[in-house]
């Protein structure tokens, strides 16, 4: 016998969890089917834990437009995530931006001012006050900004908690065997078996989402994997600080610990495999070095990061862009690029849901009604 659901999301990262609590909130029966036994167990919580309002993605990305859209996305999850949830905030101290390249600086500013990223430029000598042990001698411009550092898993369970309060039902340690139609099979850890049937199928499994495609609708994506690395360290400041440039450190603090990147680090790779990659770490202590000459520690984490990006060709530029895809009638996929824009993909997912079905309870607005009477005259054309 199956459950009958509105949808059934598959996969509970940040947007599995941030879609099942806003379709749950509208009023439909939704359910979350996860592979693993814990939420957010990928991408989701291996990651710098940096909630960005569009600093770096604005200059970051070459071409100036899509940096703008990606720099105004950022600032809308970051509004949306402060105001859900402002007690995950971890590292509420503004953080400092630094550029190297004073060349760029006219086009960082310009950016900054389209996108309405906020900021204020500080001397070598407050920096220095905020940041005492740091080093910003090869920095040609320092500003503070608006970015902060956020414990997902306090944001990630208070996601879970509103979306069950709304209604979803949770399925943990499932592994999908089938997906027919409308209907999803799949065992649990304790070998049982569960059978889901829903109008819509949404696919936020991240590195899992080629995979089921492919087994189950036969359906090759153009998915990318791109793999990054991060350094887990004992708290090196008072504040966050990152460059804008290229091969160059990022790095926000959680407790007593911080969390270093390197920007641009991210290379391709076949599979989403989490090995680290010996010389990729090299890089980043480099970086981090250059900020901190006498960081030392020995007993520093290395670890690999998996992010998932559609492209319509190998060779197309890296974007890490949000994505909403409907390869299949009712099979929708989505991919947040980066967590600080799951808002905005989730809210985009539901706009996209909503054009294609009513609730029959809320009355019709005329540009409904125009967009039906078209669509009934190109089915009747056909």
Known sequence: MACNYDVVIIGGGVSGLLAAQKLSELGLNVALVEKYTTLASGP???NEG????GTYHSVSIRNPETAIEVARRCIYGHKQIRSFAPEAIECDQAPLALLHDEHYLPEVLSRWETAEVRYRRLSHAEASRIIPDASFDRAAAIFQVGEASINTRI???KILS???VAGCVFYLGQEITSIEGNLLTCVGTDGATLKLKADKFVYAAGTGVKDLFNQFHNVDLPV?????????????AHAGVFYLDAMEAAMMHHGDVTIVGF???AVLSEEPSYNVIARN??????????IFPSWRDENAKNIACVKVDLASNADADRSLNIA??????????ILPGKMTEAPYLVDGLITHMYSRSHSSEIALRPCDNFLDENRRALVDAD
């Open 50 to 53: 940096w909630l960005h309002r």
């Open 155 to 157: 944001l990630y369970q």
């Open 324 to 333: 909403i895809s409907e390869p299949v009638p009712d099979h929708i996929i």
């Open 224 to 236: 990318r994997y791109w793999k990054s690395h991060l350094i887990i360290t004992k708290r090196l």
């Open 281 to 290: 770490i090299a890089n980043v202590e480099d970086g981090l070095r250059r």
């Open 263 to 265: 920007n641009e680090d």
């Open 162 to 164: 509103r979306a069950r």
């Open 44 to 46: 989701s919580t291996r």
